[in-house]
């Protein structure tokens, strides 16, 4: 107990000389800066989204026929850019580490997706339109796994679904003005310059701007960032010091190839990497989502719009999600939760072709986005001590896992439609795959974490002890 209360009182004085209501006062003023500048990675995501659903908009436009693709060419079109991911995500993330310029780095691979994003719209073969999404992949790669990285690297571990669920929300601004604008230019710009390519121009300039001003908002890292005072510094290293992140007396000790090293030699990366593979292939409904939706039997208008107010509901739930989850610092609940939704949706659209039933079941299959919120800020949790380390697990598991998307880009084929009932059943079974690993790693945390608050209470010297006081895992 000595050891307990000498390392509180230690704690106590991590940001001396100032009261505490002036300490918060600050920490509010700082998260209101920090809030902000972040706001343009939901924008950056809201147009990788766009870029990612363009193909299934298209394709109601007559993209794959203008193509002339056959057989599972398309399924290998839209598969083809998570090659890219997963080759791109933990050496770029490696990268950032080192480099220490995410400001640089994040708007800097937006600008070359928005230009590859541009070009996909000038294709007129299946080779040509191959090529490019697989350079779309590897320039959209490093985004995600370095947007969550920089997260972590700003935000104590209870504040980081909450700002993932923020930043993801990003894909249903996507689907909703995707929707909107693809239903606009299918049936507003036919006949010129192709008809389907105008989602690829637009929405390729788009972000061609965006990641320019990005790289005028995005911070780097506490140490580095000019614009902030030496106040707001101190305090945003010294409260992720004492959130049980690295100390800021310990910045840098871990190399790069250690991180990689330290990440890929530890089981848990390996489990998540799995069970967000089985999540991957039971969320492959998504990207399919206007196709499912075509399935009802209106006029590609109409489909488009009614692929919209699902992932509404979904963002609203998600950030609800997210918010309980940071406060009651609870993780597996909430995942087993929308994992169980979207199960009773997938079963309602296995049992029938009801209009009504399969729009509901569309609605309950989306909830999953908000145990993906969740999940993400696990992982953050879950690798919190050493950022060397957290940089290459978020892009491994990240990055490793999309092989669960390229398979779930062949798991719609058009001769099970229109009812794809074998889709949905696959998406069953690999959803209840992934929510049964999660739990597992759910019991094994909370087993360690009664260790850890078991050694602390038998500690005599704090020095003694494998994990700072106070730390728990998220479970």
């Known amino acids: 107990m000595s050891a307990l209360s000498n390392a509180e009182s230690e704690m106590g ?6 009261p505490n209501h002036a300490r918060d006062d600050l ?64 050496p770029s993330n490696m990268f950032l580490h080192w480099l220490e310029k995410p400001a640089i780095l994040i708007p800097g691979c937006a600008l070359m997706w928005g230009i590859v994003s541009v070009l996909t719209g000038f294709t007129k073969n299946y080779t040509g ?22 997260l972590s690297k700003w935000y104590k571990r209870d504040e980081l679904a909450l700002r993932i669920a923020i930043i993801l929300c990003g894909s249903v601004f996507g689907v909703v003005f995707g929707s909107l604008l693809a239903s606009g230019i299918l049936t507003g710009m036919q006949g010129i310059l192709g008809q389907a390519g105008w989602l690829f121009y637009i929405e390729g300039g788009a972000t061609i701007v ?10 780097n890292f506490p140490h580095n960032t000019r614009w902030l005072t030496p106040e707001e510094r101190a305090l945003s290293i010294s409260r992720l010091a ?29 489990w998540f990497v799995v069970a967000l593979f089985a999540a991957s292939v039971g969320q492959s409904f998504a990207i399919y989502l206007p196709t499912i939706a075509a399935t009802m039997g209106y006029d590609t208008t109409v489909t488009l719009l009614l692929a919209a107010p699902p992932w509404v509901l979904a963002t609203i739930a998600a950030f609800a999600i997210a918010r309980y989850s940071d406060k009651k610092r609870k993780r597996f609940i909430f995942i087993f ?51 060397a380390k957290r940089a290459v697990a978020i892009a491994v598991i990240s990055g490793l896992s999309q092989t669960g998307s390229i398979l779930g880009s062949y798991v719609w084929p ?46 005599k010297d704090i020095n003694d002890l494998r994990y700072p006081v106070g730390f728990r895992y998220l479970v």
């Open 242 to 270: 004492d959130d049980g992140y690295e100390k800021s007396d310990e910045l840098g000790k871990r190399t790069t190839m250690q991180g990689l090293w330290d990440a890929v030699s530890d089981w848990k990366v390996w």
């Open 27 to 90: 920490e509010r003023r700082l998260l209101r800066k920090l809030d902000l500048r972040m706001s343009i990675t939901v924008v950056l995501y809201t147009l990788s989204f766009l870029d990612n659903l363009n193909m299934s908009s298209a394709r109601l436009g007559g993209f794959e026929k203008d193509l002339h693709l056959q057989g599972n060419q398309y399924a290998t079109v839209l598969s083809i850019v998570y090659v890219g991911y997963i080759l791109a995500q933990v």
């Open 13 to 18: 004085d991590a940001f001396p000389g100032v």
């Open 210 to 219: 965006v990641a320019i001003c990005a790289m005028f908002m995005l911070p």
């Open 129 to 150: 339109v191959l090529l490019a999404r697989l350079f779309l992949g590897f320039t959209e790669g490093p985004f995600f796994a370095g947007a969550l990285f920089l």
């Open 414 to 459: 058009p001769q099970w439609g229109p009812t794809y009932r074998y889709s949905f059943a696959i998406c069953f079974a690999a959803l209840g795959v992934s929510t049964v690993m999660f739990g597992v790693m759910h019991l094994h945390l909370k087993q360690v974490n009664e260790r850890i608050e078991r050694d602390e209470r038998n500690a």
């Open 337 to 387: 939760a929308s994992n169980a939704l979207a199960a009773l949706g997938l079963i309602i659209s296995i049992c029938t072709m009801d209009i009504s039933a399969r729009y509901t079941s569309l609605f309950l299959m989306v909830q999953v986005t908000g145990g993906q919120v969740v999940f993400l800020g696990w992982i953050n949790n879950t690798f919190a001590r050493e950022p």
